[in-house]
Nanobody
Framework: QVQLVESGGGLVQPGGSLRLSCAAS????????VGWYRQIQGKEREWVAS????????DYADSVKGRFTISTDNAKNTLYLQMNSLKLEDTAVYYC??????????WGQGTQVTVSS
C-alpha cells in the first residue's frame, strides 16, 4: 500500500505563487507516472500535470501550461507542483496521484489551495 501525503496549500492572492509537495512512502522511480489533480467543489476531479519518473517527461493541462511546473526529488521520494501566476479559477483541492505499472492508482488526502483577493 502506497501512502501519499500532500502539503503546501493555503491562501494566496491572484498573481501569487505556492509550491505543493507530496511525500511518497515508496520510491518515485517505481511508478509509471506521478502527478497532480484538482477538484473544485461540485465538479469532477481534473488532471493538472504528470511526470514520467523514468524519463522525466512532463505534461500539463492547457489551463496551467506556462504557469505550473511539476518536478520530483527522487532522493526524497517527493513530488512538487510549483504554481505561479495563480488565478481565482485555480482555487481547488489539489490531490497527488501515483500510478503503478499495473495501472493501480494511489491518492493523497488533498490540500486546499485558495486564490482570493
Amino acid at each position: 500500500q502506497v501512502q501519499l501525503v500532500e502539503s503546501g496549500g493555503g491562501l494566496v492572492q491572484p498573481g501569487g505563487s505556492l509550491r505543493l509537495s507530496c511525500a511518497a512512502s515508496a520510491s518515485i522511480l517505481s511508478f509509471l507516472t506521478v502527478g497532480w489533480y484538482r477538484q473544485i467543489q461540485g465538479k469532477e476531479r481534473e488532471w493538472v500535470a504528470s511526470i514520467f519518473p523514468d524519463s522525466s517527461t512532463t505534461d500539463y493541462a492547457d489551463s496551467v501550461k506556462g504557469r505550473f511546473t511539476i518536478s520530483t526529488d527522487n532522493a526524497k521520494n517527493t513530488l512538487y507542483l510549483q504554481m505561479n501566476s495563480l488565478k481565482l479559477e485555480d482555487t481547488a483541492v489539489y490531490y497527488c496521484n501515483s500510478r503503478t505499472w499495473s495501472r493501480e492508482d494511489y491518492w493523497g488526502q488533498g490540500t486546499q489551495v485558495t486564490v482570493s483577493s
